[in-house]
Nanobody, 115 residues
Framework: QVQVVESGGGLVQAGGSLRLSCAASRSIFSINAMGWYRQAPGKQRELVATITNGGSSNYADSVKGRFTISRDNAKNTVYLQMNSLKPEDTAVYYC?????????WGQGTQVTVSS
């Protein structure tokens, strides 16, 4: 099983930017896909963005054009660059690693966007 640790959350004003990082415990080449999900209070966890080990990415419609997922293979880290943040982006953001049929989750990092 893969261990993943998120960092980079915080409080930002609307229109601002944050970059989240997700460090994996092993080479991300061996991980089929990694992604970011978020959960706002009272809502279900939802997909934000994913990236495969082949480099293909996928985004939720609500973040397209504002968020960018990327990977640094040398650092075994996946990033989520979040620009033009909106109050509705406020949530706990979770990193996910999918490898060999197993999902692994981080502990989450809080992102709060003030209006």
């Amino acid at each position: 099983q893969v261990q993943v640790v998120e960092s980079g959350g915080g409080l930002v004003q609307a229109g601002g930017s944050l970059r989240l990082s997700c460090a994996a415990s092993r080479s991300i080449f061996s991980i089929n896909a990694m992604g970011w999900y978020r959960q706002a209070p009272g809502k279900q966890r939802e997909l934000v963005a994913t990236i495969t080990n082949g480099g293909s990415s996928n985004y939720a419609d609500s973040v397209k054009g504002r968020f960018t997922i990327s990977r640094d293979n040398a650092k075994n880290t996946v990033y989520l660059q979040m620009n033009s943040l909106k109050p509705e982006d406020t949530a706990v953001y979770y990193c996910n690693a999918y490898a060999n049929g197993i999902d692994s989750w981080g502990q989450g990092t809080q992102v709060t966007v003030s209006s």
